[in-house]
Every structure is written in structure tokens, then in C-alpha cells.
């Protein structure tokens, strides 16, 4: 019977095989760091932002209620300058349309910057997932 074990030819088969398992490691290793600075960058300009819209968003409700403030006063200073009960319906009849008027576009205006808000928002964490997609199926 013949030995054909030779242990240098199990010691260069083993030695080959380690060898890949530390690439294959090293090369999973670069890829999930690459993904996780990707998704760490993700995140913070998602927090930016979200900080950005909610800056805009406050910005435009107080530009808001400064228009709905003002537009009070007015209404006061106009009902002290009254003279009659007809110019008082008259006074607050109008002053109740341009409430109801504001009360709408300022609803729409607030409707439009909370949806850009939502869109900016949403826009990093779509890209990293569309990415982090293509990568896998590729």
C-alpha cells in the first residue's frame, strides 16, 4: 500500500486557504465600514435637513400669526373709528372675509412648505436606500 499523504501539500492546501478567508474577511470588513461611514453620512444630513425644515416651517408660522396680529390691531383700530351700527356690521363683516381669506392661503402656504419639508427630509435616507439597493443587487 502506498502513502500518498505528503503533510506539505496539506500545510500549502491549508495555507491557501487561510489566505483567502483573510481576504474575503478584509474585503467584507472595507465594505461594511464603506456602508456604515455611507449611512453615518446619511443620517447627518438627514438631521440637517430636518433641522433646515423645521427652521422654515417655524419661520413661516410666525410669519403667520405676525400677519394674523397685525391684521387684528387694524380690525380694533377700525371698530374704535366707528360711528355707526351699520358702519360696525359693515367693519366686521369685511374684517371676518379677509380672516377667512387669510385662514386659506396662509393653510395652503403652510401645506406647501410642509410638504417641501417632508420631501427634503425623506430625499437623504431615499438615496441611501437606493443605493445600499443597486449594491446589493449588482
Do not use: C, W
Amino acid at each position: 500500500m502506498a502513502n500518498n499523504f505528503r503533510p506539505e501539500a496539506m500545510s500549502e492546501q491549508f495555507r491557501s486557504f487561510t489566505e483567502k478567508g483573510i481576504a474575503q474577511s478584509q474585503e467584507a470588513y472595507a465594505q461594511f465600514k464603506s456602508q456604515a461611514e455611507e449611512n453615518q453620512k446619511a443620517l447627518e444630513e438627514s438631521v440637517e435637513t430636518v433641522r433646515s425644515a423645521v427652521q422654515t416651517v417655524s419661520r413661516k408660522s410666525i410669519e403667520n400669526a405676525r400677519k394674523q396680529s397685525e391684521a387684528a390691531f387694524d380690525h380694533v383700530e377700525r371698530l374704535m373709528g366707528v360711528n355707526s351700527i351699520s358702519e360696525l356690521m359693515e367693519v366686521q363683516t369685511s374684517f371676518f372675509r379677509q380672516q377667512a381669506e387669510m385662514n386659506i392661503a396662509q393653510a395652503k402656504e403652510m401645506q406647501n412648505v410642509t410638504s417641501s419639508a417632508v420631501e427634503e427630509v425623506s430625499k437623504p435616507a431615499r438615496e441611501a436606500f437606493t443605493k445600499a439597493v443597486d449594491k446589493t443587487t449588482r
